[in-house]
C-alpha cells in the first residue's frame, strides 16, 4: 500500500509564496508519474501539474504556467508544488496523487493524499 502526506499549506497573501510537499511511503511505491490537483468549495477537482518520476517531465496547467513549479526529489520519496505569485483564485484544498501513467486527468491516479488547504486573501 502506498501512502501520500501532504504538508506546506496555509494562508498567505495575494503575491505571496509557498512551498507545498507530499512526502510518500509504501514497499509497493514506484509511481510512473506523480501530480498535484485542487478543488475549491463548490468546484471539481482540477489538475495542476504532473511530473514523470523517473525521467522528470513536468505538465502544469494552463492557469498556474509561469506561476507553479513542479519537483521531486527521488531519494527522499518526495513531491514539490512551488507556488509564487499566489491568487485568491488558487484557493483550494491541494492534493497530490500517484500515478502508473503520465496523465492530467484524475481517474488515472491511484493513490491520493488527505489534501492541504491554501488559502489566498486579497
Known amino acids: 500500500q502506498v501512502q501520500l502526506v501532504e504538508s506546506g499549506g496555509g494562508l498567505v497573501q495575494t503575491g505571496g509564496s509557498l512551498r507545498l510537499s507530499c512526502a510518500a511511503s509504501?514497499?509497493?511505491?514506484?509511481?510512473?508519474?506523480m501530480g498535484w490537483f485542487r478543488q475549491a468549495p463548490g468546484k471539481e477537482r482540477e489538475f495542476v501539474a504532473t511530473?514523470?518520476?523517473?525521467?522528470?517531465?513536468?505538465q502544469h496547467a494552463e492557469s498556474v504556467r509561469g506561476r507553479f513549479t513542479i519537483s521531486r526529489d527521488n531519494a527522499k520519496n518526495t513531491l514539490y508544488l512551488q507556488m509564487n505569485n499566489l491568487k485568491p483564485d488558487d484557493t483550494a484544498v491541494y492534493y497530490c496523487?500517484?500515478?502508473?501513467?503520465?496523465?492530467?486527468?484524475?481517474?488515472?491516479?491511484?493513490?491520493w493524499g488527505q489534501g492541504t488547504q491554501v488559502t489566498v486573501s486579497s
Open positions: 496523487a500517484a500515478s502508473s501513467q503520465f496523465s492530467t486527468a484524475s481517474h488515472d491516479y491511484n493513490y
Open positions: 509504501g514497499r509497493t511505491f514506484s509511481p510512473y508519474s
Open positions: 511530473i514523470s518520476w523517473i525521467g522528470g517531465g513536468t
